[in-house]
């Protein structure tokens, strides 16, 4: 079924009403009487109805007027609404953001990163794409993120990397094991040892890319464990040790429940970077967000409580 109505007629039919009579509506609607006259009687012979009844100059609104103009409010706020929300996307002031992190599926950085975000950019919606935390740089190749926090750099030409921090990775392990008095464990090392690590496939982590796998070292066994609280209490209990953060398990290591031993005598760091894709025009509030994780860093974040990351591995 065709539609006859335009907004303009709605617009029309609204401003008649409220004004009571053609010639105050025409003056509001900077036309000629005659030409609002014609336009209405053009609405009446579309719709095959009577929008008003004429008494002397007043406009009165018959039944069919009256359902019209209970349409007209909505369906003009909408449009003003659609109007205003198209204009702040063009000045890229409204939108989703849409961010996942490598590992880390507890955001407890977040909070100090929305509060000045939300106050220079309210109309944009933060989401968390939880599922997206394993393979981030995929999900943003595939336009299922918009930022990924990630250590991985990845060469691709459509990726551009915003540097945020740096951690370091260490070995954990319980006070009595008989690494704990060294200053810092090499690959050979893990060779007699029961790992722990996060249920991720082995050859995405860390400590096996660099350190086991370089070196041609397995450990002696693998457990596949998915809390890292369940991870933490079984080393403290000397049941194998484990790869973290330093900073994601500092409050035990400051409590001597933990000890913490380097990863070769260089030490294991990461980079941790914003992955976004290269446009020409990056909306500015992808950029925003960025600027303010690199000034909000993970690392830097008091009082992190080590029980509620999800994964403190990688």
């Known amino acids: 079924m065709a539609l006859h109505l335009e907004v303009r007629h709605l617009k029309l039919v609204e401003t008649v009403a409220k004004e009571g009579g053609l010639t105050k509506a025409a003056n509001r609607l900077h036309v000629t009487q ?5 336009q209405l009687r053009d609405i009446e012979d579309k719709l095959g109805a009577q929008l008003f009844l004429r008494l002397n100059r007043k406009m009165l609104l018959t039944q069919a007027g009256e359902r019209l103009l209970s349409s007209a409010p909505a369906v003009l706020d909408e449009l003003r609404r659609a109007e205003e929300d198209i204009r702040q996307i063009a000045l890229h002031r409204e939108g989703i953001l849409r961010i996942s992190t490598e590992c880390y599926t507890c955001y407890h950085w977040l909070p100090p990163v929305l509060k000045p975000f939300n106050r220079e950019f309210p109309r944009v919606e933060v989401r968390i794409v939880a599922e997206a935390t394993r393979r981030p740089i995929e999900a943003l190749l595939d336009g299922r993120l918009d930022l990924a926090i990630t250590s991985a750099v990845t060469r691709n030409q459509k990726l551009t990397f915003k540097p945020l ?14 690494l704990a008095p060294r200053a810092h464990v090499n690959a050979k090392d893990f060779a007699s040892e029961h790992l722990l690590v996060y249920a991720l496939p082995k050859e995405d982590l860390t400590i096996y890319q660099k350190v086991l796998v370089p070196a041609g070292v397995s450990p002696k066994h693998v457990s596949r464990v ?29 409590a001597g429940t933990l000890r913490a031993l380097t990863l070769t005598s260089k030490g294991l760091h990461r980079q941790w970077s914003a992955a976004m894709i290269k446009h020409r025009a990056t909306p500015p509030y992808l950029l925003r967000f960025a600027e303010l994780l690199a000034k909000n860093p993970i690392t830097a974040i008091k009082n992190v409580n080590p029980l509620r990351i999800t994964s403190g591995f990688a």
């Open 34 to 38: 005659s030409a609002l006259s014609h």
């Open 165 to 178: 921090f740096k951690d370091e990775l260490v070995a954990i392990m319980s006070p009595g094991h008989p």
């Open 226 to 254: 998915e809390l890292t609280e369940a991870i933490i209490e079984m080393v403290k209990a000397g049941l194998g040790i484990g790869v973290m953060a330093r900073w994601a398990v500092a409050p035990q290591i400051e």
